[in-house]
């Protein structure tokens, strides 16, 4: 453990300050994809038959796969500008490969190996790139032409580690995209086998993941234990974790071009995300001398445009400004360097001074951890309790092996008894500590099988005394009768989501999506869209066709509801009982008494006014202040001070209105 002056932090503890220091963190986690797609006669074969008019029916595998790039490669432009990207294409006649030299088209280093796009950040030139092939039929016949000769998957994986080298030398995400039909294109040949899984355990010791998406052809499934179970290295597990290993990712049918691009993406997109640790090998504390290590992710971030930029226009080329900032002192206009800066805070009146060695210790509360406090019923958990977006908490094995079996067990023993933990929460060095609730998630598998979310944990902050402000207060109590409420049921049920949960995957942003294709349609010269698609407006028709009836149902029941109410009401005033009286009437012909003390009978506006005139509200009694409340339609629940405040707020606002 070290020492308190051994910390390095922040010159303030602002929790601000703190998470944005942890989102530069969380997004500065660089990531680079290499999509690997096989040419050979298969993946070129149209998937339907060729007078299908639909476009895209008839797209062979090869395409498909190019298209799900494309799209991607758009996609990665607004969400992950600074990750890299490329597209390497092996089994074709032609040889292709950029090094510290240029471009190489001799295929004297890797033969049949075309670097179609070299893995570097997204540019405007590399998206139309792809485009022409994809979309112009000359340009793709020319270019996806399979060869006739044995390609050695040992030199195509030789080639993915000399770009990733090259190319992507400090990424902490580096990983391969293998697309393919061929489930065995070394089976024959012992030696060529043994070299690629050469090759691919180079390609995990440089820290390269290999994601497989197999392509099943018409009446042929994908059979990985041929060769690529050798070639997707995992690292060895602990036997005894009881923890599920992920599992790979589920072929592909071929039935048409369109099918496939469909199902092609969602697979692509599962893989897609990085993991990128919120923190890293955080301690998690069961006892002093119990620890295990975990790691923390952010699931879900508010994606928002990106920030502009300033470019001076007046030299001979656009050139991005810099912007910097100063300090200049109020006496001499001089910039003050941070040395000459102290920080002040407010007290009393008076500036009180630190020294950044002060406010380190002041700030710092130990080690980073996750200690284990206690457990408790996930029921007491409020909906509104949580201050901060969730995290997700995952075991490594990387400070304390065993950790993945002992953080399983607790997962598991928790989500079987419906518990939580209550933990003392301390991000990083000289982070503000927290209190958080430790909920265990379930494994989520989408409809085929495949993972969605992993088992976990789920830490969410929990406010403290200082930060619960109280609810504004509410001076209306409207209940709606039962028959509304049963007719307004049958309305939820049917305008319920499809498997009655919401699923962001299918929504995107539409501000956020508009303001990247206008973008998109200047930088590739595409015609400008007409109007944002927005897949959040409510589809009226469909709505109307299931829920039309009973909404209908509601609306006349409601408003017999409201008839039978005015009558009530007409019949009270008629049969001599007083109405509601309100602040605007004229005092009535004969004065009426003040109430004795303890009386429970109501008071007139004009004498609860002469009441808060005279200061004299908080002499009445508490029956006394919610009948006259209560006469006037507003609240009574709450202690004897916040009634007479509430009817103090009623004559105050009235004298603001005159």
């Known amino acids: 453990m070290a020492s308190e002056a051994d910390h390095a932090g922040r010159p303030d503890g602002d929790e601000d300050q703190d998470e944005e220091i942890d989102e530069q963190r969380y997004l500065s986690v660089k990531d680079a994809v290499l999509f690997a797609i096989d040419i050979n006669n298969s993946m070129l074969k149209p998937l339907s038959n060729a007078d299908d008019s639909k476009k895209g029916k008839n797209d062979c595998a090869a395409i498909a796969a190019l298209k799900c790039a494309y799209q991607l490669m758009q996609q990665r432009v ?21 090094d510290e030299h240029g471009v190489n088209e001799t295929g004297i280093q890797y033969p049949h190996c075309y670097l179609l796009m070299d893995v570097d950040r997204t540019g405007a030139a590399d998206i139309k790139q792809v485009r022409s092939v994809v979309e112009d039929e000359e340009e793709s016949r020319k270019l996806l032409v399979p060869t006739s000769e044995d390609v050695a998957m040992s030199n195509v994986l030789f080639c993915v580690n000399q770009i990733f080298t090259t190319r992507a030398q400090n990424f902490a995400s580096r990983r391969l995209f293998l697309v393919t039909d061929n489930d065995s294109p070394q089976t024959n040949n012992k030696d060529m086998k043994s070299a690629a899984v050469v090759r691919a355990k180079d390609l995990y010791d440089l820290g390269v993941t290999i994601e497989l998406f197999p392509i099943a052809q018409a009446g042929k499934d994908f059979d990985t234990s041929k060769f690529y179970d050798d070639i997707i290295y995992r690292p060895p597990s602990d036997p005894e974790a009881p923890a599920p290993i992920a599992r ?18 969602s697979s692509i ?62 006496d001499s206009g001089k910039s003050m360097s941070k040395f000459e800066i102290r920080k002040a805070f407010k007290f009393g009146g008076e500036d009180i001074l630190f020294t950044e060695d002060e406010l380190k210790n002041i700030n710092y509360f130990g080690e980073p951890v996750i200690r284990i406090i206690g457990f408790k019923p996930i029921d007491m958990l409020p909906p509104w309790a949580n201050v901060k977006e969730w995290s997700f908490v995952y075991p490594s094995e990387e400070h304390f092996v065993g950790s993945t079996r002992t953080f399983s067990a607790l997962q598991q023993t928790l989500l079987k008894k419906q518990k939580m933990a209550l933990v003392w929460f301390i991000a990083r060095r000289n982070a503000s500590p927290v209190i958080a609730a430790m909920l265990p998630g379930a494994e989520k598998l989408g409809p085929s099988g495949e993972q969605i979310l992993p088992p976990g944990m789920w830490l969410s902050r929990l406010p403290f005394v200082d930060d619960i402000r109280h609810n504004p207060m509410i001076n209306v109590d409207i209940r709606a009768p039962d028959i509304l409420k049963d007719k307004m049921r049958a309305v939820v049920q049917q305008l319920q989501l499809p498997r009655g949960e919401y699923d962001p995957s299918k929504y995107p942003n539409p501000a956020l999506q508009w303001h990247y294709r206008v973008l998109q349609a200047l930088a590739l010269d595409e015609d400008m869209p007409e109007k944002p698609e927005d897949k959040t407006i409510p589809k009226n028709k469909q709505i109307d066709k299931r829920a039309g009836g009973y909404i209908e149902e509601w609306g006349n029941t409601l408003q ?23 602040l605007t009437q004229s005092a009535p012909s004969k004065k009426a008494k003040a109430p004795q003390s303890g009386s429970d009978s109501l008071i007139t506006d004009d004498a609860m006014k002469k009441h808060w005139k005279d200061n004299t509200i908080n002499k009445l009694t508490l029956p006394q202040l919610k009948a006259w409340l209560k006469d006037k339609n507003m609240g009574v629940a709450g202690k004897k001070q916040e009634l007479v405040e509430r009817v103090e707020g009623v004559f105050e606002d009235k004298m603001n209105l005159d």
Request: without cysteine; aromatic residues 8%.
């Open 269 to 330: 997109h599962q893989k897609i995300v990085p993991k990128r640790a919120l923190f890293a090998n955080l301690p998690l504390e069961f006892s002093p001398d119990f620890k295990i290590s975990v790691k923390g992710y952010t699931i879900f971030k508010r994606q928002t445009p990106k920030r502009s930029l300033n470019v001076w226009m007046d030299g001979e080329v656009p050139l991005v400004a810099e912007v910097k900032g100063a300090k200049p002192s109020e």
């Open 78 to 98: 607004i969400s992950n500008p600074n990750d890299k990207m490329g597209i390497l294409l092996f089994g074709t006649e032609k040889s292709r490969f950029v």
């Open 248 to 265: 790979t990712t589920n072929q592909t049918s071929a039935k048409d071009g369109i099918s496939l691009l469909q199902s092609l993406t």
């Open 560 to 582: 017999a509801e409201f008839e039978k109410w005015q009558r009530e009401n007409r019949a009270q005033a008629t049969g001599g009982k007083r109405g509601t009286p309100s």
